[in-house]
């Protein structure tokens, strides 16, 4: 099997890690020729030499305070390990488990990790073997009302080409209700591989709001995964917004096991540059009676490439399932690319499955309408493009969050 | 104010306009009537800058702060700075754009234009306020996305809303009455009037003699195939209301 290192020079400043990786080194690398991986080529990954971080040495910038959310409770993470005198451990609620480093590693091969199996098994690999640090957050049953967790992850590129693989595991307890937001910054153009893994499980009446920025380094590459677990009658508002990165790849996977769940995904691609974003959703329903709607939204400037695929599984048993899908582009320049592509199996009868995509351009009969009202036209092409993704970040519940995403994903 | 000279003009390769004349001066109000596909707003399209149409010969020559311009030199936005106004006969919808938001940008804009300081926000409100009470529209419409889901009247009457904003120097009402109730009607004559002074002009384009009842025009016009073919007073507009175009174009 000597072969399947080839390309993956990869592998080779894992070595020294301590980690027996003569497994990893047995699973197939990704190519274009796996459906999957066809949008995203992942050789220049392949061809990469990061190690796996072992320990933070840098000095912190100062402007990681910049991205604290007041009101919310602020956990940081430097390139995947918990900075403990910089978290506001004191603002948890008494009634919440919080734990990290090894007491939350025991999460690390949860439940949830068999959703898993829809990925490609290899980044899955990588991060059950070189997770340094992790947490876990859990919402004891009926628990609501909570200031909004903040866990900013900042990846600090100047270290020096790390392999970082952080893992969250969420548990929101029977009719609890929470909302999670990770925000993932890195100050510099370093060049890093983060290959995040979050799990959730909402138990039965559970609510969860869980958003992601992503506002990575150009040249950064990221995989990700998220994985949920619904139970019945539980809700889920997801929303990722990335700004894309050299090659930027998330996987959101939701399964709706119980009667009733209903699950939004949403999530926006604000791509400019030479810059590169694949989301790849996945919504399997696997009981009656589960809603799903997703939509994402991407606005893509000078080379940009957006790609989105969306799976929607429906099981033979989940009859009365409404599912709802929708990708829409918005290209500013005729460099840039677009890949979507909706994935449909259905094994039920009685449902209801729609979906859609769009790639389209800024409308010159409302470009013109503004500007008869003395807007210039810089201005009003940004108003135009703030309205495209109007409708999505109103799929944002919490208001301050939505401003904040709001900003970000500003152009 | 405003001077058309021998103006052909174009769209996507077809000419629409061929050799119309038309002077306004401030303190008129000049009504313009005409068939379907006339070219009545490619008039109005071409004094608003709209990039689809162009112009291959005449000038159209504007008297903004005591100099002549030619309009068709400036960008749309430059125009509108300089006080034209175009009320759309068919307003566009922008979608994710709140009518808030995009009334006080085009408002400051003019504003910084003219070296004037800018409206805070909450003043910004109360202004609009007082203007969407003449125009009795209810302060709903300020939070929904400009022209999304307005119905055809209420397009009509946010064209007019804007003008109000905006205080234009130039207006072209292209059509405002189509679509409008009697009493919208009123109600809408009744904005407009309020903004007509001895120090601004307005074009308004209309196929219905009975707004002129409500809008008092100084001079009438009938633009037939692209020309001006008869002018003539507020009587022009009963008379053709009576007898059609066909006595004209013979
Ligand atoms: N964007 C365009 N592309 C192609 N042809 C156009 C365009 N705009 C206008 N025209 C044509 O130009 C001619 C004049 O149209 P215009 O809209 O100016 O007429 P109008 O006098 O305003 O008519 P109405 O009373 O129906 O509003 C019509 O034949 C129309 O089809
Ligand atoms: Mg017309």
């Known amino acids: ?411 | 104010m405003l001077n058309i000279k021998d103006l052909y003009a174009s769209v996507e390769g077809s000419q629409i306009l061929k050799g119309l004349n038309l002077s306004v001066k401030a303190g008129e109000v000049h009504a313009i009537m005409g068939p379907n596909g006339s070219g009545k707003s490619t008039l109005s399209k071409i004094i608003a800058g709209h990039p689809q149409y162009t112009v291959d010969s005449g000038t159209v020559e504007y008297e903004a702060a005591g100099r002549v311009v030619n309009l068709c030199e400036l960008e749309p936005e430059a125009r509108a700075k300089e006080g034209v106004f175009l009320a759309f006969q068919y307003p566009v919808e922008i979608p994710g754009v709140p009518m808030s938001l995009f009334l006080r940008s085009a408002y400051n804009a003019v504003c910084r234009h003219h070296g004037v300081e800018e409206m805070d926000p909450l003043d910004f409100d109360q202004f609009l306020h007082e203007k969407m009470k003449v125009l009795e529209m209810d302060d709903k419409y300020i939070d929904r996305a400009v022209n999304v889901d307005f119905s055809g009247g209420e397009k009509k009457r946010n064209e007019i809303l804007q003008m109000a904003v905006l205080n234009p120097r130039l207006a072209v009402l292209d059509e405002t009455d189509s679509g409008l109730d009697i009493d919208s009607m009123k109600i809408v004559a009744g904005g407009v009037n309020k903004l007509r002074t001895k120090k601004n002009a307005m074009i308004v384009i209309t196929h219905y003699q009975r707004l002129l009842n409500y809008i008092q025009p100084d001079v009438v016009h009938v633009l037939h195939a692209g020309r001006i073919i008869k002018s003539g007073g507020k009587e022009l507009a009963l008379e053709v209301e009576g007898k059609g175009y066909d006595w004209l174009i013979k």
């Not at chain 1, 000597?2 to 047995?26: C, E, N, P």
Request: net charge neutral.
């Open chain 1, 1 to 411: 099997m000597k072969t399947v290192f080839r390309g993956t020079q990869l592998y080779d400043g894992f070595k020294d890690s301590g980690v027996d990786i003569s497994a990893l080194a047995d699973m197939p690398w990704p190519t274009f020729k796996s459906e999957e991986w066809k949008y995203t080529n992942l050789t220049g990954l392949g061809e990469q030499y990061f190690t796996p971080v072992s320990r933070f040495e840098g000095a912190l910038p100062d402007r990681v305070k910049d991205l604290f959310m007041p009101g919310a409770v602020n956990f940081v993470f430097v390139n995947g390990l918990f900075l403990e005198h910089l978290s506001e451990t004191g603002k948890i609620d008494p009634r919440w488990q919080v734990k990290t480093g090894l007491d939350a590693m025991g999460f690390a091969k949860s439940s949830v990790s068999d959703l898993a199996k829809n990925e490609t098994p290899v980044f899955r690999a990588l991060n059950e073997a070189f997770v340094k640090d992790a947490i876990f957050i859990g919402v004891p049953q009926g628990v609501k009302g909570c200031a909004p967790f903040h866990i900013i992850h900042l990846l600090d590129g100047a270290v020096g080409r790390q392999a970082i693989f952080p893992r969250t595991f969420l548990k929101i307890g029977r009719g609890a209700g929470a909302i999670f937001w990770e925000t993932v910054a890195s100050f510099d153009e370093g060049e890093y591989f983060h290959c995040p893994v979050v799990e959730g499980l909402i138990e039965e009446d559970a609510s969860l709001e869980y958003i992601q920025a992503q506002g990575h380094s150009a040249q950064a590459f990221h995989i990700g995964s998220v994985r949920i677990r619904q139970e019945r009658n539980s809700r889920l508002d997801s929303f990722v917004l990335t700004t894309g990165a050299r090659i930027f790849r998330n996987n959101v996977n939701v399964v709706l096991e119980g009667e009733g769940a209903e699950a939004r995904v949403n999530g926006l691609h604000a791509l400019k540059g030479d810059r590169h974003a694949d989301s790849h959703t996945c919504v399997d329903h696997a009981a009656p009676n589960t809603r799903s709607d997703q939509l994402y939204k991407c606005i893509l400037q000078d080379k940009a490439h957006s790609v989105f695929n969306g799976k929607i599984f429906v099981r033979r048993e989940a009859q009365l399932t409404n599912s709802y899908q929708l990708n829409k582009n918005l290209i500013l320049s005729r460099e840039c690319r677009v890949d979507t592509k909706p994935q449909l199996e259905i094994n039920a009868d009685d449902v209801k499955c729609t979906h859609g995509a769009t790639i389209g351009q800024l409308n010159d009969e409302e470009l013109f309408y503004l500007q008869t009202r003395g807007i210039s036209k810089q201005e009003a092409r940004q108003m135009l493009v703030r309205g495209f993704v109007d409708d999505v970040l109103n799929k944002i519940v919490n208001p301050d969050l939505r401003a904040v995403i709001g900003k970000m994903a500003a152009f």
